[in-house]
């Protein structure tokens, strides 16, 4: 075998992150020093700073700034960790401000995003567009920005951005609900362009300093002034982090990548930031098994090119997820393949109930638009039921994001999800044509979803496309797959005969193969993976690592 060394392996082998200093794996919640440290979490690379506008400036022009952020960011330097900052207004602003006047502005909402009822104060919001508010709150952002740019070189560098939060926290509306008072009621254009004044005063007070902004509220008109005016385009997108299968994520990333391009061919970079919150300790599709459940969301996250994922410190002290925060910092920051040291695509199919073309109504029943036929999900998914697809809590896929976000279990059919692989610079060559999509394969965290051959109708071969740019002299290429029945598979390249033939041992576990090879095997090429004889082999993931001679 003159290109090809096969070494094969248990599990995924471990390699050295090649993350931008600072991206990758965060804690969320409030970090505070003690909390979980790179001890605990090897893969620990930046906390938040969450600032309460109460804590901060308990009384009017007296400011905390040293102990809410100067002594938690030494903590995190000590630490050899990054931070980021935001101050939250909303129920975290202090009571004095209703006393200067800003009226106090009550919802509807009785339940937090978990479940939990709330006090009416914790549903207290001002009123932003107050004159006084306004007054107050650009004078703190002043404040702290003067403090900021205070701090010791070796402080002030660490800071990786600093999100501006508007409103209720780091959501893009003003509050959580619906005021009780319909005089309160703020209008999408007078909001927006009160969330362009509040970046404004973050630019000047902050200068150099990147303002993180809430992408999943924004309309054509902030994504042009961000461009316009932003030195750097940073950017939240919370349904890319709280999980997959989250409904209408494929327009999302759609916007999102028509953002990334307009900014690329001004020179700017883009920076992104999502988080997982404590609902993964709350909800059936995640606590049933919460490593995979991250494990995929991590998948996902990456694929919809997150650079800072938020996780509760809770797991991030759990060893069984270290697998899943060790990949996602690989992949946090590297969005040039010609400069990324690693190439992935997991393999899966997702079952699209808004993909009429593939799904009709005919067979499936509904109708183009609507997303609330339940039967339609049912129906899509007892069609894949022998594959392993199944619907957990059908009610819940009909539902938004944030209604999806509560499931009680799996649910193998969205609306407007990702209908392929996950992948980065790394593509499959018309999926399905020659595999088949599996669901719930086990109960590990590769077997959520995979792809495998099914030689008796002929689908005995997945091709693969590597991102032209992507460079390398020699590159590593690594398949994991199910060690399951007697079948015999190959890794190959379209433009040569030989292959790399593995025999399976019926182990019943995922084992990985790692091939070394001149990277100018795969140019104008694809990589094979074939079918060669026995029981039909199952796929989880395809990665390949640049490597230097």
Avoid at 62 to 79: N, T
Avoid at 466 to 488: E, M, N, P, S, W
């Amino acid at each position: 075998m003159k290109y090809f060394v096969l070494i094969a392996s248990m599990l995924v082998a471990s390699v050295a992150s090649a993350e931008p200093e600072g991206y990758g794996i965060s804690s969320w919640a409030g970090w505070k020093p003690g909390q979980v440290s790179r001890a605990e979490c090897p893969h620990l690379r930046n906390v938040p700073l969450i600032l309460h506008w109460k804590a901060l400036e308990p009384r009017p022009g007296e400011y905390k700034f040293e102990k809410y952020i100067g002594e938690p960011l030494k903590a995190a330097v000590a630490d050899d960790l990054h931070a980021f900052a935001m101050i939250w207004v909303g129920p975290s602003c202090p009571n004095w401000l209703y006393e200067k006047g800003v009226p106090k502005v009550y919802t509807d909402r009785d339940v937090n995003p978990l479940g939990q009822k709330m006090s009416k104060e914790k549903n207290r919001f001002p009123y932003y567009e107050h004159p006084q508010y306004k007054t107050r709150f650009f004078k703190l952002i002043e404040a702290f920005g003067s403090y900021a740019r205070g701090l010791p070189p070796e402080l002030r560098q660490r800071i990786l951005f600093v999100q501006s939060c508007e409103g209720s926290t780091g959501d893009g509306q003003p509050y959580k609900g619906t005021p009780l008072e319909a005089k309160y009621v703020i209008s999408h254009d007078d909001w927006n362009a009160y969330r362009q004044e509040t970046w404004k005063a973050y630019q000047a007070a902050l200068p150099g300093v990147p303002i993180l902004v809430n992408s999943d509220a924004n309309r054509a008109e902030q994504s042009e002034w961000l461009l316009d005016n932003m030195d750097v385009i940073a950017l939240k997108h919370g349904m890319f982090s709280h999980g997959y299968h989250v409904s209408d994520n494929t327009a999302r990333l759609e916007r999102f990548h028509a953002m990334e391009s307009a900014a690329k061919a001004r020179g700017l970079p883009v920076l992104t930031r999502g988080e997982m919150d404590g609902e993964m300790h709350v909800y059936g599709w995640s606590t049933r098994n919460i490593p995979r459940a991250l494990y995929w969301s991590g998948l996902f996250a990456t694929h919809c090119r997150i650079d800072v994922w938020n996780i509760p410190h809770k797991a991030l002290a759990d060893e069984a997820n270290f697998a899943t925060f060790e990949f996602f910092n690989r992949y946090a920051g590297e969005t040039d393949p010609a400069t990324a040291s690693f190439a992935f695509c997991a393999l899966r199919d997702g079952l699209d109930a808004s993909d009429f073309d593939r799904f009709s109504a005919e067979t499936y029943g509904g109708k183009p638009g609507d997303k609330r036929d339940v039967e339609r999900y049912v129906r899509i998914a007892e069609a894949y039921a022998s594959y392993g697809a199944r619907m957990d809590d059908p009610e819940k896929a009909t539902g938004g994001g944030m209604v999806n976000r509560k499931r009680n279990g799996c649910n193998d059919v969205g609306w407007g999800i990702i209908p392929g692989n996950y992948s980065r610079f790394l593509t499959q060559v018309e999926p399905g044509s020659g595999d088949v999509g599996r669901w719930n394969v086990d109960e590990t965290i590769h077997g959520r979803f995979a792809r495998s051959f099914e030689h008796e109708s002929g689908k005995t071969r997945v091709r693969l496309r590597l991102d032209d740019a992507f460079a390398a002299d020699q590159i590593a290429v690594r398949v994991t797959y199910l060690d399951q029945g007697r079948g015999a598979w190959s890794l190959g390249v379209s433009n040569s005969p030989e292959k790399e033939v593995v025999q399976n041992g019926d182990s019943g576990r995922w084992k990985t193969i790692t091939v070394s090879m001149p990277h100018e095997r795969l140019r104008e090429a694809e990589l094979l993976l074939n079918y060669e004889s026995g029981a039909d082999t199952i796929f989880h993931m395809v990665e390949i690592e640049r490597r230097e001679n």
